[in-house]
Structures are given as C-alpha cells and as structure tokens.
C-alpha cells in the first residue's frame, strides 16, 4: 500500500507559532493524540490567517473553508513539549490552495509531523465556493498556481 509522502518547498513558510502540548492532548499511549494534532493545526491555521489580517468569515458571508488534510507523524510529542508550527500557502488556483505546516520541537530539532490542509473561498449565504479574493492573493505574491 502507498504511504502519503508530503514535501514542502522552504521559501514557502511565511508564518511561525509556538503551541504547547497539554495533558489533555495525551492519549493512552502517553503521547500527542491524532486528533489533537488536528486541533493544534487548526489553531496554528487561525493564527496564521489572523496575522495577515484574514478572517475565516467576512461580513459579506464569503469566508474558508477546509477542504481535506492530509498528515504525516515523524516521531511523538509528549505533555508539555513546545510545538513550533511553521505556516505556508502553496499551489493556487481559482478558488483556494493549500495551506502547508511544518511542526517542530524547538529545542531537539525534531520533526513531529508535516501537513496540509485544503481550503476554498466559500460563499455561506449562497452555499457555494466562489473565486479567491484578489485582496487575499496579494497577500502572498510569490505562491505558484495550479492550472
């Protein structure tokens, strides 16, 4: 069976935060939990989209909208470790493009996962995916296009 293989060009991270593990993200393993990782991408995205001055819902009811996620673990993460999430954007098109992750342990350099996260610009009050805002691609001038 093929296993997901996900690679990101560098120069494409244009955001960095730092999350801590709590101990309610621990399963019973004694490690960081898939579905809190999810949690922990989403705020990581939040963040990144907050710093650029983007809301996940305007006024006018156009706002993102997660398409898929797609996440590979490299090693585990434990209580209390800092996380540092670095935040991309990569490969447009028309309506949205993904938004890519690289998370870290600062202090060891490890790589505890990589993702990315599919969104379209999605119209709430019509219930449609509409184009992507030219405020929202100059924002990010040097992302390549899908076809």
Known sequence: MA????????????????LTVR????NAANHLGNDSMISMISEARA????EFGIGETEDNGTGIIVTDLATTYKAEA?????LQFEVGVMDFNKYG???????????DHSLI???KSGFVFYDYKQASVVAMPES?????????WLA
């Open 47 to 50: 963040r990144f989209l907050f």
């Open 78 to 82: 434990h209580a209390r470790d800092q």
């Open 97 to 107: 493009g993904d938004i890519t992750f690289r998370i870290t342990r600062p202090y």
């Open 3 to 18: 296993r997901l293989s996900l690679h990101f060009p560098e120069n494409q991270y244009c955001y960095t935060t730092l």
């Open 136 to 144: 929202f691609r100059t924002k990010f001038p040097l992302v390549n």
């Open 113 to 115: 996962a990589m993702a």
């Open 23 to 26: 101990v309610t993200d621990i």
